[in-house]
């Protein structure tokens, strides 16, 4: 036997060897760690997307109020001299006083329409109050609901009064008239903005909020008392929707300096970058640039809305700048309000912001109601000043010379401001101030593609971005982009509604409505369009169908169906993923989408992906064939022909390896359930009948313990065991405390010689748990019932007894629903139990009228045994054959059929023909469901009000949405795992220089050569009978699994870690386990012998265990059929072989062996093929025949040959080359062992040999080139377990003798050990099973008592 090198071929100890073999850590790859297996398939939860306008306004109407009586003072102001005089930038004195009052209001209102010229203006010059009242009464009733405008300039009458009053004056001017604020909130109503540009304007806003207030409690007051005067006024307006905009403070006089004009506030608002630009060269700093005059001002060239031209541009740069302090500073909700909601009112705010700049430098405060927070100090104000000294640098050349205008670099370096944001900062942190710039620079096709890429980088930070940017107001803009016909903004624009859409789906309809998925339609049809960006496109289109009828009819219009078939086949699989499911989501509910698809063969092209290699596109295939079968209109021969090609389609994946697909396979098969609900009816009623009918003869003797013979099972008679269901200990699988009374459930097993097979077993329902599930309760099938049903159904005769029908599309779909709801993957099995339900609850309340009378023909039955478990008083087996009767399954007292068999201990009590059996007729079948008392039968009509529907149309697996999760979530991003610096990468590399020097130390302790092994390290209770046992390779845990659950220990601190439930059925046992990625972060594999494989993580350390997959690796497991040794009855083999049969309960049961380096895991046992499963691919790669008829009882494989080396029950060795075709692969047969091999080993070097050994004890080396063996040692009799050491020239025997034998491979014994240490030198119990570690010399040891014990080379060695 020859010395095997490290796992992982790394050089002979010397130089750089730890490196070396890190390096091969590195290259190995990990299974089961994609994100379906990390985390929950589900969307992500929808943020309330608060961007959205609810309300869109116009300000519809401005009221212009000039109270200026040009040449008289107010009496209250004592003016300068000079003094300021312009109002809106003219001199009064310089006309006639009536003119100039006219010239001015004209001017005002050619100022206001330059922000909102189609509103209604109406001038008020030097009014009455009456004139007020009927103007604002006017405009008020033409706005109706939108907003109105006031405009205030009382600079030719007094101040406001601290009782709120401004002043108008009287028909012939001689007096000042008093008007009451108050009174003018009634006639102005809201939402209204009111702009007051006279001194001490503060007042006005003090006095408008008491007055507002005062309103709020008259309404409250009228509402609660209507018989008060107030409720019999017409009810005033609220104010709650008013702004104001007021020039100073309250104790505040206007700036009377003559160098500005007048209304310098009304200036502001209505004339910003002429008073900015004068403001500019007042300054000390103007004098920097040099032959700037007020003059030269005047005669800047361009228009303010061209872009191009030297104006157009500071205005742009100032809108930017404005909109970006705003968007700063104020909270987001505000600033929706004020800077998005009102055209009109955002334009006014923005101007305000510079009103609050200029004004402050003259000790004057504008006011603002809502208020905002002082911005004049805001940094981005220096950009304006630099925007401002570029510009009118240029000015004196310009005007002079002609030359060309040179652009402003604000907006480039705002966007390299940007860049150096998304470059270089840390995650959490406040949001780029840049982004209103970024917006207003999409404006611009200069700057436009670096922007949308930095917007696009920006976005794809996470649904927090996309979310900013939304409230920022991006959304128009990209709409608008979508109608450019540039090539090169493709895929920028692809991106960016990718993350929108991802974020905020609600955008389907305004796509549509401007036509905007005619953009991705046509990118998706673009092949010279990378496939990312196509995946995008199509994701999008995906959004647009999804439950949206006006978007499915336009995309279908489009050609939709034909752009995504031509793309099935592409290589990248996302695309693939994400077409299939936009074809799902365009015919779901949508007929004319599913006749289209029908046209162009859309089903058949689907097929070929329901065998793709990454699961989630197999996935995304079952769901758009399920929504094209699930389509609700009418139905004609031709499309149930199509419906049933398809289900029957799918029914093939019922056993594929990912819970995913099987997941969606089920809601895919509910749809056919709906659509064709009658049918189903009719064929659960006939299973129920059947299931019912099927009782079987109790097994003679079958309850003494003494008789050990091994009963030959046919199919016909299956054998009969109490089966605990699955959903009830389902609730207790993540608990922990679920131990007690686990070991309740398993430990007092039933007596008998548990000859049964796996294959073909049938279950009862009178096992009662102390577990109960919460939605249990209402099933009228139990889990039981429907596990009988499927075995029942798969082998009976069942199709003489229901006739033709029972090979219909419907009776296979049911099958393959019985299939499903067994799944070992508890999300699977619940779907699938509840489409099952929902038919069986429908088809017993159909059938239940007609047939409650017919309690004559009593069928004949045996009364269920009372079991220890509680019983309940209705269990007797003896009924009229109702399709729901009760049985005392865990579903208790609800109505479904019941299951006839007989347990091991049951009495043999049979009624005769018509005789009743005790209690079963004083409770209707329908109780619980009906809750009336025993005699009363519900009537038909009588539907329970509380019984859920178990299925609806629109049962969902979660699918899309967690796949659109893809898109919301950062792409660019360098993934974790990938950065050096992360944890997550530093966790790996320690684990991977700990498996080093576990490797470098394990060597050198085996390369000396070990001379003995019986230093116990470890010994402990185990909480069930061990049945396998598997050392971590790496860490100091081992795993000890008994029926149906496992345990962890830590041998090194000798304490328990963990214990946990397996969750497989009562009649079935775990026969094999494997660590995967053991050399990382480490799962759990367990087989169990009906062919179910379960993947846990999180063991042993402080979470709880989680399954991550699970999935059927074999199907049809066979009732054994072990070679029988020649020799007398009563040979050891025979006797060996009984005892095995014990200890495995009937045959091999699953055996595995899993290839780290290539992710495939070889898989047999009672079956006659070896099933290759590849792990990533999560499906079945390959069949080999075993060409044998007798179980496979040890698999070992080797990467480096493509070798598999498979032990049988026959005695036989039989080695496949797994390159070749299913025909030739088996390379060779050795055929030297008599008897049942229980260890079949090939060793992992080039040139290593194939050991096996039999229960006869007979140790034999084969070279897989010669036919004969090459060496043959004799070891112990009675053999049970057997394990070689990878390493250290080890092997060790166990026996049902009770005692455990190591060999080295020259056949001496170097080790015997019958006797536990200490506990008064107890004797070891008959050996069940045996590892060794892979490393350490370290041999773990479970037996029949319950111990589970290690042994290692004495110490000087370690």
């Given at each position: 036997m020859k010395m095997d090198s490290d796992l992982l071929n790394s050089p002979a100890v010397g130089l750089g060897e730890e490196e070396e073999a890190d390096t091969n850590d590195w290259k190995l790859p990990l299974a089961f760690m994609k994100k379906r297996h990390s985390e929950k398939i589900e969307g992500s939860k929808a943020l309330a997307q608060s961007w959205r306008m609810k309300d869109r306004m116009k300000t519809?109407?401005?009221?212009l109020v000039l109270c200026l009586n040009v040449g008289v003072d107010p009496p209250d102001v004592v003016k300068t001299s000079p003094c300021a005089r312009l109002e809106c930038w003219i001199d009064p004195l310089s006309m006639s006083p009536q003119k100039a009052l006219e010239t001015i209001g004209a001017n005002l209102q050619k100022q206001y329409e330059n922000w909102q010229p189609r509103a209604r203006y109406k001038q008020s010059l030097d009014p009455t109050v009456d004139e007020v009242k009927k103007l604002c009464t006017s405009l008020r009733r033409n706005a109706k609901e939108e907003r109105v405008l006031f405009h205030y300039n009382g600079h030719g009458v007094p101040r406001p009064t601290v009782n709120g009053e401004i002043w108008v004056f009287n028909k012939n001017y001689t007096q000042y008239i008093p008007l009451s604020i108050y009174d003018l909130q009634t006639w102005m109503g809201s939402p209204s903005i009111f702009v007051y540009d006279c001194s001490n304007a503060g007042i006005i806003v003090k006095s408008f909020k008491q007055f507002a207030l005062q309103r709020e409690q008259e309404l409250e007051v009228a509402a609660i008392n209507p018989s008060h005067p107030l409720a019999q006024m017409p009810l005033p307006p609220s104010m709650k929707n008013c702004i104001q905009l007021a020039a100073c403070e309250a104790s505040e006089l206007l700036p009377m300096n003559p160098d500005l004009p007048a209304d310098l506030f009304t200036s502001c608002l209505t004339t910003p970058i002429k008073i900015a630009l004068r403001w500019f060269c007042m300054q000390k700093s103007a004098k920097l640039v040099p032959g700037v005059t007020l003059d030269l001002i005047e005669k800047i060239p361009g228009r303010l809305n061209d872009r191009r031209t030297p104006l157009g541009e500071l205005n742009w740069i100032f809108t930017a700048i404005t909109d970006t302090i705003a968007w700063n500073v104020l909270p987001r909700d505000l600033f929706q309000k004020l800077f998005r909601q009102d055209l009109l009112v955002a334009s006014l705010f923005r101007n305000f912001l510079l009103a609050e700049r200029i004004m402050r430098s003259y000790n004057c405060t504008p006011v603002s109601s809502p208020r905002l927070p002082p911005t004049y100090m805001h940094a981005m104000w220096q950009a304006w000043d630099l925007a401002v000294d570029i510009c009118l640098s240029q000015l004196p050349t310009i005007i002079e010379e002609g030359t060309a205008f040179r652009h402003s670099p604000f907006f480039a370096e705002q966007l390299t401001a940007f860049q150096v944001w998304l470059t270089m900062g840390v995650e959490n942190r406040n949001p780029p101030e840049q982004l209103p710039i970024v917006l207003q620079v999409l404006l611009s096709q200069v700057h436009r593609l670096r922007a949308l890429d930095l917007l696009g980088r920006f976005l794809d930070l996470g649904p927090w971005a996309v979310s900013l940017a939304l409230s920022v107001g991006i959304f128009p803009y990209v709409l608008k982009l979508l109608q450019s016909s540039a090539r090169e903004l493709r895929p920028l624009l692809v991106f960016i509604w990718a993350k929108i859409l991802a974020v905020d789906s609600s955008c389907q309809a305004d796509l549509v409505k401007d036509n905007g998925h005619k953009y991705f339609l046509s990118v998706l049809a673009d092949s010279y369009m990378p496939a990312e960006h196509r995946t995008m496109a199509v994701f999008i289109l995906a959004v647009i169908v999804n439950s949206y009828n006006t978007g499915q009819e336009a995309c279908l219009q489009g050609n939709l169906i034909a752009n995504c078939l031509e793309q099935l086949s592409d290589p990248h699989p996302l695309l693939r993923q994400w077409v299939a499911i936009c074809?799902?989501?365009?015919?779901?509910?949508?007929?004319?989408?599913?006749?289209?698809?029908?046209?162009?063969?859309?089903?058949e092209k689907?097929?070929?992906?329901?065998?793709?290699p990454i699961p989630e596109v197999r996935c995304a295939a079952v769901f758009a064939l399920g929504t094209f079968v699930g389509n609700s209109a009418e139905r004609t021969d031709h499309s149930t022909t199509i419906d049933h090609n398809v289900v029957m389609m799918l029914a093939q994946l019922i056993n594929d390896g990912s819970p995913v697909v099987r997941k969606e396979l089920v809601v895919a098969l509910s749809h056919l359930v709906v659509q064709y609900e009658s049918n189903f009816c009719t064929v659960a009623l006939q299973f129920i009948e059947e299931e019912k009918n099927y009782t079987v003869p109790s097994p003679a003797n079958s309850a003494e313990p003494g008789n050990l013979t091994p009963v030959r099972d046919s199919p016909a008679i299956p054998r009969l065991r109490s089966v605990n269901s699955y959903t009830n200990i389902r609730a207790a699988t993540t608990a922990r405390n679920l131990n007690k009374s686990l070991q309740n459930l398993n430990l007092n097993e039933e007596g008998g010689p548990a000859a049964f097979s796996p294959g073909n077993l049938s279950t009862s329902s009178s096992a009662s748990s102390t577990l109960g599930s919460p939605d249990n309760d209402e099933y009228i099938l139990s889990f039981e019932t429907i596990d009988k049903m499927r075995r029942v159904s798969s082998y009976s005769s069942l199709n003489s007894l229901i006739g033709v029908s029972f090979n219909s599309v419907y009776t296979q779909i049911?099958?393959?629903?019985?299939?499903?709801?067994?799944?070992?993957?508890?999300?699977?099995?619940?779907?699938?139990m509840k489409v099952l339900n929902s038919i069986a609850y429908k088809a017993t309340m159909n059938a239940r009228p007609q047939r409650i009378l017919d309690s004559g023909s009593l069928t004949q039955s045996a009364p269920a045994s009372p079991t220890s478990k509680g019983t309940h008083i209705h269990q007797a087996g003896g009924s009229p054959p109702m399709p729901s009767t009760s049985s005392s399954s865990l579903t208790n007292e609800v109505p479904k059929p019941p299951a006839r068999e007989q347990q091991a201990t049951r009495p043999p009590y049979t009624p005769t023909l018509g005789g009743q059996a005790p209690h079963s007729h004083q409770f209707p079948r329908t109780r619980k469901m009906f809750d009336k008392g025993p005699e009363q039968a519900a009537e038909d009509g009588d539907e329970p009000g509380g019984h859920r529907n178990y299925i609806s149309p629109s049962l969902q697996t979660g699918l899309c949405d967690w796949s659109a999760k893809y898109f919301a979530q950062p792409v660019m991003k360098i993934p974790e795992e990938h950065d050096v610096e992360s944890q997550v990468r530093m966790e790996r590399q320690w684990r991977f220089l700990r498996n080093t020097r576990v490797r470098r130390q394990s060597r050198g302790i085996t390369q000396k050569g070990v001379s003995r092994l019986d230093d116990q390290i470890f010994i402990n209770r185990n909480p069930g009978v061990p049945s396998v046992v598997k050392f971590h390779p790496y860490n100091t845990c081992i795993a000890v699994a008994d029926k149906d659950s496992i345990c962890f220990w830590d041998w090194e601190k000798g304490e328990r870690l963990d214990y946990f439930y397996n969750g497989n059925p009562r009649y079935t046992r775990i026969?094999?386990?494997?660590?995967?990625?053991?050399?990382?972060?480490?799962?759990?594999?367990?087989?169990?012998?009906?062919?179910a494989l379960r993947i846990w993580k999180n063991f042993a350390d402080q979470k709880n265990p989680e399954m991550v997959t699970a999935w059927q690796g074999l199907s049809d497991m066979l009732p054994t059929t072990r070679g029988q040794p020649t020799t007398s009855s009563h040979?050891?083999?025979?006797?060996?072989?009984?005892?095995?049969?014990?200890?495995?309960?009937?045959?091999?049961?699953?055996?595995?062996?899993?290839?780290?380096?290539?992710?495939?895991?070889?898989t047999s046992g009672d079956v006659r093929v070896v099933r290759i499963w590849d792990i990533d691919r999560e499906m079945k790669v390959q069949d080999i025949p075993t060409g044998a008829d007798s179980c496979v009882t040890s698999l070992s494989c080797d990467s480096q040959r493509s070798l598999i080396v498979a032990g049988l029950g026959d005695g036989s060795v039989r080695v496949f080359d797994r390159r070749m075709g299913p025909n030739e692969c088996r390379v060779m047969t050795y055929r030297e062992h008599g008897a049942w091999v229980v260890k079949a080993h090939i060793q992992k070097e080039t040139d290593g040999h194939i050991i096996s050994v039999s229960v006869n004890g007979d140790v034999r080396f084969f070279e897989p080139r010669t036919p004969d063996s090459i060496n043959v040692l004799q070891t112990v009799k009675g053999l049970t377990a057997l394990d070689i050491h990878p390493q250290a020239n080890l092997f060790a025997c166990g026996s049902m003798n009770q005692f455990i034998a190591v060999y080295n491979s020259n056949g001496d014994v170097i080790s015997n050990i019958k006797y536990y240490d200490g506990f008064m030198g107890q004797r070891i119990g008959a050996i069940s099973c045996l590892a060794f570690h892979p490393?350490?010399?370290?041999?773990?040891?479970?037996?029949?008592d319950y111990y589970m014990s290690i042994y290692s080379a004495e110490k000087r060695l370690r």
């Open positions: 519809v109407s401005v009221a074809l799902g989501r365009i015919w779901q509910n949508f007929d004319p989408a599913r006749w289209c698809g029908v046209r162009d063969s859309a089903h689907l097929y070929s992906l329901l065998s793709d049911w099958r393959v629903l019985l299939h499903l709801a067994a799944d070992p993957f508890p999300e699977v099995s619940d779907l699938a026969t094999a386990m494997e660590y995967l990625n053991g050399h990382d972060c480490s799962l759990l594999l367990t087989a169990t012998d009906d062919g040979s050891l083999a025979r006797r060996v072989s009984i005892y095995l049969d014990r200890s495995k309960q009937g045959g091999a049961g699953m055996v595995v062996d899993w290839e780290q380096e290539t992710g495939l895991l070889m490393h350490w010399p370290h041999l773990a040891v479970g037996s029949n």
